[in-house]
């Protein structure tokens, strides 16, 4: 897939002051929303690695709508369901520029596709809430789920109506390890 979006660091001149961007990979125009978006981690405190990643997962997102012909504002359950399996499905590019005919294709996992997937919801409600976002669309990012096992110390609510809540829609369901007993030997 061809990067149409990047994300930079950039430098103030003025202050010195460092932040990512999310901007055009030609003309280095800066995609506004986004950069909006990266603004408001910086103003909540996030780390500047948080940042960083996030500015390349909405980049990421940024490019495949672009190369979709998908509106990134008015993605479609189908568009963003189709987001979901390219991330685990679409080759990575590789690490060196050495290409080796012998290496096999890097592919991300389904925990890196929740991530994404996760930036790219945020970043999908933040714009609602600044009206560059339909809140049908917001609609679609998660489902109502009924909590039939809940977790120990988890208040259900005087008539369990806390058994009810909203999951993601768009989450690849994950297997955490099991925990390996030492042997004695």
């Given at each position: 897939?061809?990067?149409?979006?990047?994300?930079?660091?950039?430098?103030?001149?003025?202050?010195?002051?460092?932040?990512?961007?999310?901007?055009?990979?030609?003309?280095?125009?800066?995609?506004?929303?986004?950069?909006?978006?990266?603004?408001?981690?910086?103003?909540?405190?996030?780390?500047?690695?948080?940042?960083?990643?996030?500015?390349?997962?909405?980049?990421?997102?940024?490019?495949?709508?672009?190369a979709r012909g998908i509106d990134w504002a008015a993605p479609s359950f189908t568009a963003l369901s189709a987001l979901q399996q390219h991330l685990i499905t679409e080759p990575l590019p590789p690490?060196?520029?050495?290409?080796?005919?012998?290496?096999?294709?890097?592919?991300?996992?389904?925990?890196?596709?929740?991530?994404?997937?996760?930036?790219v919801a945020e970043?999908?409600?933040?714009?609602?809430?600044?009206?560059?976002?339909a809140p049908a669309t917001v609609a679609l990012l998660s489902q109502p789920k009924f909590l039939r096992f809940v977790p120990a110390g988890y208040d259900t609510g005087e008539n369990n109506q806390w058994r009810h809540i909203q999951a993601a829609a768009f989450r690849f369901q994950i297997t955490e390890p099991g925990y390996e007993d030492l042997t004695p030997a």
């Open positions: 897939m061809e990067h149409v979006f990047v994300a930079e660091r950039s430098v103030s001149p003025s202050t010195g002051l460092k932040r990512w961007v999310v901007a055009d990979a030609v003309t280095y125009t800066l995609h506004a929303p986004a950069c909006a978006y990266l603004q408001s981690l910086r103003n909540k405190g996030r780390s500047p690695n948080t940042e960083r990643v996030y500015a390349g997962r909405l980049a990421l997102y940024l490019s495949y709508c672009h690490r060196s520029r050495r290409t080796r005919a012998w290496a096999p294709p890097r592919y991300r996992s389904r925990s890196t596709a929740n991530a994404v997937m996760i930036v970043f999908l409600r933040f714009s609602a809430l600044h009206g560059l976002v």
